[in-house]
């Protein structure tokens, strides 16, 4: 096994803090994500370019919307109309979408007495956000065991999938006296705007166990997955499952080779993106044998069949949680260094589906507790959105970025930063 620091170890060995709430706002002045009330907002956009965000205050999710790129928000409405605990970090956050017709989807794990376990929780608004449905549980098993770390996205063919590791199966097997090492995935699928979900469908067994999953659509509407796996040998690398929530099982491609052999939970999921040109764009974090510590990037030029020699992003074991989006042929990646005083958020750029990349940008920089970055598209632009106690929420337009040719430049300490600690 590859000798991994203490620091590292001990930052796996937990999930991300983010913000600390305080004491709940009174629930008729909650507009946007507020430090230090709020955690782990996430944002969408609907067909219009509205941006609309889900975050977590104490028992509540909350969504709100901004027609500013989030400078001011609307009063936010809570999901559900009696609170329940929130099973909530960086990489188990509340999702939200919409579909084309406009109406917003949210789901999210609702944590259960029992360690570790928890139930995949599903709503959805049809009147612009004014309210929510009545919540209904997707994991079908009726059992009190694990269900996190949901995944929600919506086909451009309008199928709703949400994805989830669960460990139903893991259950099954310690009450048989079976060996049975990590936890599956599922997913339901609902053709119907979210009325009504199909029964829970295995994706893959043997999985790690808590990490987030990464769903991304091809030319012909169809899901790819992308998440960590439990290979031979108990190596925690990542692999892509496509065609998920057809009736055939899905057809599998391992993505990495890091050799990353750890009995532990990492707590860092990977990122998939495919463009245009139907290129499949994969980042993620390990600490592999062969690999070393750090977040790396990988393309596939054939359908996510192969992929290249992953390239190291950012600064070694200090780089974590990136992410990778795009619009046409453009391409994003961002992640986070964390060296224990503050947090940076560093992006790279490609105008022509990952053949060149840009030199390192830093967007911006916030305490040691800040959240995970995500980004988001209207369909014209895409954004960073981040939050940090120091900052707030942020959402950042990537027009800025130089989008071309050199790759990896050393960071020069006196470049522009978008977004400060104040």
């Avoid at 009330?37 to 919307?65: C, K, M, N, Q």
Wanted: glycine residues 10%; charged residues 25%; negative net charge.
């Amino acid at each position: 096994m590859r000798a991994v620091s203490s620091a590292l170890l001990a930052f796996l060995s937990i999930a991300p803090a983010s913000i600390a709430p305080a004491e709940d706002r009174p629930r008729g002045e909650v507009r946007g994500p507020e430090a230090p009330f709020s955690s782990f907002p996430t944002p969408a956009f609907d067909v219009t370019g509205r941006l609309w965000v889900a975050f977590v205050e104490g028992d509540f999710i909350y969504v709100t919307s901004s027609d500013d790129g989030g400078r001011t928000f609307a009063l936010a409405v809570p999901v559900t109309r009696e609170g329940e605990k929130i099973d909530a970090n960086g990489e188990g956050r509340p999702k939200i979408a919409a579909t084309k017709d406009g109406t917003l989807l949210v789901s999210w794990t609702k944590k259960l007495e029992k360690p570790y376990s928890g139930l995949i929780r599903f709503s959805r608004s049809t009147d612009g956000g004014k309210s929510f449905t009545p919540p209904v549980t997707l994991n079908d098993d009726g059992l009190e065991t694990g269900h996190r770390f949901d995944a929600l996205a919506v086909a451009p063919t309008g199928e709703i999938l949400v994805a989830w590791i669960d460990k139903r199966d893991l259950e099954r097997a310690m009450a048989e006296g079976k060996p049975y090492i990590g936890a599956a995935i599922y997913v339901a699928v609902s053709r119907d705007g979210g009325r009504r979900f199909e029964p829970n469908r295995k994706v893959k067994d043997n999985v790690c166990e808590c990490c987030r999953l990464s769903f991304a659509f091809d030319e012909n509407g169809e899901a790819s997955l992308l998440f960590r796996d439990v290979v031979e040998g108990g190596i925690r690398d990542h692999v892509l499952a496509k065609r998920v929530g057809k009736s055939e099982p899905p057809a599998i491609h391992r993505v990495s080779f890091d050799e990353w052999k750890i009995d532990a939970c990492p707590h860092h999921g990977p990122s998939l993106f495919i463009d245009s040109r139907g290129r499949y764009h994969a980042a993620w974090f390990t600490a592999g044998e062969r690999s070393g510590t750090g977040s790396f990037y990988a393309l596939s030029t054939d359908g996510g069949t192969t992929f290249t020699r992953p390239v190291a992003l950012g600064e070694g074991e200090h780089a974590t949680h990136p992410f990778v989006f795009g619009l046409g042929s453009s391409v994003y990646l961002v992640w986070m260094e964390v060296d224990g005083r503050e947090s940076v958020v560093r992006m790279e750029a490609s105008a022509d589906g990952g053949d060149s990349w840009s030199a390192p940008a830093t967007l911006a920089r916030g305490g040691p507790g800040a959240d995970h970055p995500l980004l988001a598209s209207d369909g014209e632009e895409v954004f960073l959105s981040w939050f940090s106690k120091e900052t707030g929420y942020v959402l950042l337009p990537l027009s800025k970025a130089t989008l071309g040719s050199s790759r990896r430049a050393p960071l020069d300490e006196d470049e522009d930063v978008l977004v400060a600690l104040p």
